[in-house]
């Protein structure tokens, strides 16, 4: 069974910042590396166990596609997998 990926607002939030950000610092290598995190993110349909468990939040998975975490979630009734939040591995975790 393929899950279907669903990108929260807060996650479609932080990859707009983070793709901005990319292409102040590194505007040659952002479209690169944007695709590249979102084929990352597109094997979670295959494989949504891919991700570690994130301690203290119940169902929540993070994914590392360095320098960033992927936070996510499986919803198993609508076989969708529901991005949280796109985070970089540096900063203390978000609240989900």
Do not use: C
């Not at 990319?22 to 590396?33: G, I, P, Q």
């Not at 169902?59 to 997998?81: C, F, K, N, T």
């Amino acid at each position: 069974m393929a899950f279907k990926i669903i990108l929260t607002d807060s996650a479609l939030g932080d990859f707009e910042r983070l793709m901005n950000w990319s292409r102040d610092h590194y505007a040659a290598s952002t479209e690169k590396f944007g695709t590249s995190l979102l084929n990352h993110v597109d094997l979670l349909k295959a494989f949504p166990l891919l991700g570690r468990p994130v301690s203290g939040y119940a169902g929540v998975r993070r994914l590392l596609h360095s320098p960033l975490y992927v936070y996510y979630r499986i919803d198993q009734s609508r076989e969708a997998i529901e991005v949280l939040r796109f985070w970089h591995a540096s900063r203390r975790p978000p609240e989900l």
